[in-house]
């Protein structure tokens, strides 16, 4: 039988083989993965470790928080503050940016996160996850200011999501493909399972939240009316729909069958460019998502283009299939 390889072994590699990954790097992402099994084991003891429903507090953005939401970032903090390898770190659930504390060595790096992705999904045991985007601290830049964390997505030097769902997977770039490490419990490590991850170029399978149909803008609804016309209408094939609600497991879907994720601006909050936020949930699915072959836009520009104006922002998201990415750009570009 094949060797296992261990997402340690494989990390260790492309440190040291390929050259691709330095050590404080390396470390950060054994940190990230090391607090992902952690947020596993919680997930997992469910309402047997009283992690289910919602804690009684809001977040930056005005939502619930779930117990789970604050479990999943402080064990993100506490794992990666002590380490060395960290300036700061930034996630869906704190208003402001995390210096990492003056007691402990400061590191290059910039860490984002969404710690709970899909937290509609917590107490229905469906799948969640973790969402996690790494930054350099820009040179020259002793204390880390907000503005440090706002450079495009194409600066990403890392990216990925770890899914808690049937099995616990962790999905990974450093910008040299996606590899999928799946979570052996008996051993305790992520194993390498999926190498070099393509998403295919068509699809016949499409995720929208349909229930806002009668709010999209012209061109998703043309998109939409279209594959719903199936055989007989301008596509001249039927397609499929899944939406599960947690980005992660529906991106995980795309990754691992081909499909195209939308979550667009719509009319319900107009001065809101989308519901997803950028930093932690757009750009690292996006790179991924590049990365193995498929688009990401938020129907004018590639999204990793996109330069940030501030930490919290959102998007219309537009990803997956690049042959269906492509074509949704299009219908806006012909309005
Ligand atoms: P989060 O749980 O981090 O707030 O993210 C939820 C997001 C995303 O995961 C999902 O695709 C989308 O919200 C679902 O939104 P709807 O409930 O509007 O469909
Ligand atoms: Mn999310
Ligand atoms: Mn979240």
Redesign the pocket.
Same mark, same amino acid.
């Given at each position: 039988m094949a060797q296992k390889i261990s997402l340690t072994r494989y990390l260790v590699e492309q440190q040291r083989v390929d050259g691709l990954i330095p050590s404080q790097l390396r470390l950060l992402l054994e940190v990230v993965a090391r607090a992902c099994k952690s947020i596993s084991q919680a997930v997992n003891k469910g309402a047997l470790g009283g992690v289910l429903g919602s804690a009684d507090s809001e977040n930056v953005q005005g !939502?619930v928080q779930k117990k789970l939401d604050i479990i999943a970032n402080e064990v993100l903090i506490e794992a990666n503050e002590w380490g060395g390898h960290l300036a700061a770190m930034a996630s !869906?659930e704190m208003d402001s940016i995390y210096l990492v504390p003056n007691r402990y060595p400061q590191g290059e790096y910039l860490l984002l996160f $969404?710690p *709970? $992705?899909? #937290? #509609?999904n917590i107490d229905v045991n469906v799948s969640i996850g973790t969402i996690f985007s790494v930054l350099k601290k820009p040179e020259g830049s002793p204390a880390v200011t907000e503005k440090d964390f706002l450079q495009a997505g194409a600066r990403q030097v890392a990216a990925g999501y770890c899914v808690y769902g049937p099995q616990t997977t962790l999905v990974l770039t450093v910008g040299d493909g996606v590899s999928m490490f799946t979570l052996d419990r008996e051993q305790g490590s992520f194993v390498l399972t999926h190498e070099n991850v393509k998403i295919p170029e068509d699809t016949k399978e499409f995720a929208i939240?349909m229930s806002n149909m009668r709010h999209w803008d012209e061109p998703v609804r043309r998109y939409i009316d279209e594959c719903l016309l199936g055989q007989e209408g301008p596509r001249g094939k039927d397609f499929n729909m899944r939406w599960i609600? #947690?980005?992660?497991a $529906?991106v995980h879907r795309i990754l691992t069958r081909g499909g195209i994720f939308m979550?667009p601006w719509d009319k319900r909050e107009p001065n809101k460019p989308g519901? *997803?936020r950028l930093m932690y949930e757009a750009n690292p699915m996006s790179w991924l998502v590049e990365q193995a072959g498929g688009a990401a836009t938020n129907g004018r520009q590639r999204i990793l283009d996109i330069q940030p104006g501030q930490l919290h922002e959102r998007v219309s998201v537009i990803l997956g299939s690049k042959n269906e990415v492509e074509r949704v750009t299009s219908y806006h570009s012909k309005l």
């Open positions: !939502e !869906e $969404d *709970l $992705d899909g #937290s #509609s939240n609600a #947690s980005m992660v $529906d979550y519901k *997803l």
